[in-house]
């Protein structure tokens, strides 16, 4: 199937883009911590989970990363909800939602150890 997917290399530090119609492999970000999870959203920025720093940042046009949240225990899955970002803490046993500019703000706690997150259009968070 031909498309574009990004790729989050751990170990690596890195943020890779895959054209499939290509087969063509290109680093977009590197230098991150511990990246675990990338999404896109409706705007086509990049958001990646930096589990090592206890950050979310948020890659736009020009591949200039900005901080969302930052001093989060573990966050590893994210998803989106309409314009707003979900991380979900391991560690931490929480679901958080992520805006600029603002604290996060706990929609779960006291789970065992959330890692995945889905969401569907209408629908709740799964």
């Known amino acids: ?57 948020t890659l736009g046009l020009g591949a200039v990363p900005y901080t969302l949240a930052s001093g989060l225990m573990s966050p590893v899955g994210l998803a989106t909800r309409g314009d707003r970002v979900i991380t979900a803490e391991p560690a931490g046993g929480r679901v958080l939602r992520l805006r600029t500019d603002e604290a996060p703000t706990v929609l779960a706690s006291g789970l065992a150890g959330p890692a995945g997150l889905a969401t569907a259009r209408g629908r709740p968070l799964y």
Do not use: F, K, M, N
């Open 1 to 57: 199937l031909p498309g574009i997917v990004w790729i989050t290399s751990p170990e690596r530090g890195e943020l890779v883009q895959v054209d499939l119609g290509r087969g063509q492999a290109t680093r977009i970000a590197s230098g991150l911590d511990w990246p675990t999870s990338v999404l896109r959203t409706h705007a086509g920025d990049l958001v990646i989970a930096e589990t090592g720093a206890g950050r979310v940042v």
